[in-house]
């Protein structure tokens, strides 16, 4: 009876916990069917997609998911490209300077970019990048730089160099072999930068807040705020749909992240951008 | 041309590569630090007098800074959101990780996913259905009053209580995966000699299990304070830093310092304790990573 009791426990623990966990985002899936959403999770007492169709429908949400879209694929294709390029001189070649500036770069990956943004912003209203879409690109895929390169270079260094040896004997040059024979091996690597970078952008509130003025130009992620705090209180059923098409990204992206990630992939310092 | 300096010939050849990035890093990464600390030196302000005339204040801000009241309460109220974080994030996602292991597969497959969806939302939805949560008329008030307890209005009467609830809902996972894959590593037939010799649950976690995944614990406890230190959405999003400066953390005070009252001299002195912060974990996180 003891022992039967114990091994339960764990489960009961853990079944408690899990209810308590999917509350919060049980409430955003029935309240973007219900016509009739309140505050607290309930059945829908009156199922609907009207609520999706007003938030996809609207001309203003639509071009907000588009900034959102092009500012983390923005970010996202320029960081693999300049990491990669990064991470190969530092995997294949001996370089003087070459540890000091891995630990600086291990050193940046866990520096709280939060505290240099109001310094951020006054440099971008003095050289004119405040409140361009370009200028915050720039800016987002600087931040990601440090774990970028870091991963790349992991990821690199598991390429063997005997197959690109061979490439070099053909007169191949670094460029050549990097785009013909590392990135197709390194694909999964690739992905994985790609992904974390990508999402790290899409849940991103405050530097695009921060960086951005005018309406036409924020991302999801501010609008979405921007809806929570004029009709949140009102209109829960929108509040809720717009909720979960924001959020579909991030979870597709964690979920395809997974079939990448490689066994014994656990860098640390990257899990959190 | 001599030795020394074909080497270094070689040297820049084998780095262009690294140029773009090094430029990226230079220009929007070590230059906003480097601003950080100028800034703060400043009475750069938005509007006003002080925006045509930047001048060199010295001191002076940091000197506001130790007489201002509001910085106490901010650092005070940072420390308490950062260890309620801490605490809640690694106790809970410790006991997860321990309750998972050797458990039914379909069963974690259930439950795994629920506890890693906090973690895999967006900053915004997270404040958004926490605040729905703890709502007046929320889900918990709901529950509460089905079990006859009276109603709280959580955002105003324990603001800070209820913001550490949200991020702990939010960051509980990335512990929980630390820790079993830490978990998964201590070898199981250590804590089974220990069991044959007579030890209990409670010793075996003491003298086996914990001192086997410390390091993990130290990592743990250094990225999740990095992170929280940076927290700004969540609680400007829930509270706005209120009611009054209750929930008022530093990032909070820098953003209303820099532009809402418009001193970013100010806020970016008071971002300079942030900085100061994360520079002294960084480097010691990045010792224990070199030490790996």
Redo the contacts between chains.
């Keep these: 009876m003891y022992w039967k009791f114990r091994k339960t426990i764990p489960y009961l623990v853990l079944t408690i916990l899990a209810v308590i966990f999917a509350l919060p985002l049980l409430w955003i899936l029935l309240a973007s069917f219900d016509a009739n959403a309140s505050q607290a999770v309930k059945m829908p007492s009156q199922w609907t997609v009207e609520n999706y169709k007003t938030i996809l429908l609207n001309r203003a949400n639509q071009r907000a998911f588009g900034n959102g879209l092009l500012i983390s694929l923005g970010q996202s294709v320029l960081v693999v490209l300049i990491a990669g390029f990064a991470a190969y001189p530092l995997s294949r070649y001996e370089l003087r300077y070459k540890n000091m500036f891995l630990y600086t770069i291990l050193f940046m990956t866990s520096l709280p970019i939060t505290a240099v943004m109001v310094p951020v912003y006054k440099m971008f209203l003095t050289v004119g990048l405040y409140d361009k879409i370009g200028g915050l690109i720039l800016f987002l895929t600087a931040t990601s730089m440090p774990y970028g390169i870091w991963l790349m270079k992991n990821f690199m260094d598991n390429v063997p160099v005997e197959l690109e040896e061979a490439a070099w004997v053909d007169g191949a040059s670094a460029f050549d072999s990097l785009r013909k024979i590392i990135a197709p091996l390194m694909f999964p690597g690739i992905c994985v930068v790609f992904i974390f970078t990508f999402s790290g952008s899409w849940g991103n509130f405050f530097v695009p807040y921060i960086l951005l003025q005018t309406l036409d130009k924020f991302p999801a992620s501010v609008t979405l705020y921007q809806f929570f705090g004029q009709h949140g209180m009102v209109i829960y059923g929108q509040l809720a749909a717009y909720s979960a098409i924001y959020a579909v990204p991030s979870i597709v992206l964690y979920v395809l992240s997974q079939n990448y990630m490689s066994k014994g992939f656990n860098m640390a310092g990257a899990a959190k951008g | 041309m001599n030795k020394k300096q074909s080497g270094l010939l070689e040297?820049a050849k084998?780095?262009?590569?690294?140029m773009?990035?090094?430029l990226?890093?230079l220009?929007?990464?070590v230059?906003?630090?480097l601003?950080?600390v100028y800034?703060s030196f400043t009475n750069?302000a938005l509007s006003g007098e002080n925006a045509r005339q930047l001048k060199f204040i010295g001191l002076s801000n940091y000197f506001t800074m130790f007489k201002d009241r509001t910085v106490r309460i901010s650092i005070g109220n940072t420390l308490v959101f950062l260890l309620g974080s801490l605490i809640g994030q690694q106790v809970?996602g410790f006991?997860?990780a321990l309750?998972?292991r050797n458990?039914n597969r379909v069963?974690r497959g259930?439950?795994g996913p629920?506890?890693?969806?906090?973690w895999?939302?967006?900053?915004?939805?997270v404040?958004?259905?926490?605040?729905?949560?703890f709502?007046?008329?929320?889900?918990l008030?709901?529950i509460f009053s089905f079990f006859h307890l009276p109603q709280v209005e959580f955002l105003f009467a324990i603001p800070m209580l209820t913001v550490i609830l949200a991020n702990i809902?939010h960051g509980?996972a990335?512990s929980m995966?630390?820790f079993q894959?830490a978990l998964d590593g201590v070898p199981a037939d250590i804590e089974e000699a220990a069991r044959v010799d007579g030890a209990g649950p409670f010793q075996t976690m003491i003298r086996i299990i914990l001192p086997c995944i410390k390091n993990t614990i130290a990592?743990?406890t250094?990225?999740n304070t990095?992170?929280t230190?940076?927290?700004?959405?969540l609680i400007y999003?829930m509270t706005g830093g209120g009611p009054g400066t209750k929930t008022l953390t530093l990032?909070i005070f820098?953003y209303r310092q820099?532009?809402i009252s418009q001193q970013?001299g100010y806020?970016?002195a008071i971002?300079?304790i942030?900085?100061v912060i994360?520079?002294v974990?960084?480097?010691f996180?990045?010792r224990i990573?070199?030490n790996d």
């Design positions: 040297e084998k780095s262009v590569l690294l773009p990035s090094v990226l890093l220009v929007f990464f230059a906003p630090i601003l950080t800034y750069l809970l006991i997860i309750n998972m458990k069963f259930i439950v629920i506890f890693l969806a906090g895999i939302m967006p900053e915004v939805v404040a958004l259905c926490c605040s729905t949560f709502g007046d008329s929320g889900t008030n709901q809902w509980t990335f995966m630390n894959s990592t743990n250094m990225l990095l992170s230190l940076g927290v700004f959405g999003m990032p820098m820099a532009f970013l806020g970016t971002s300079m942030l900085l994360g520079i974990l960084s480097v996180y990045t990573m070199r």
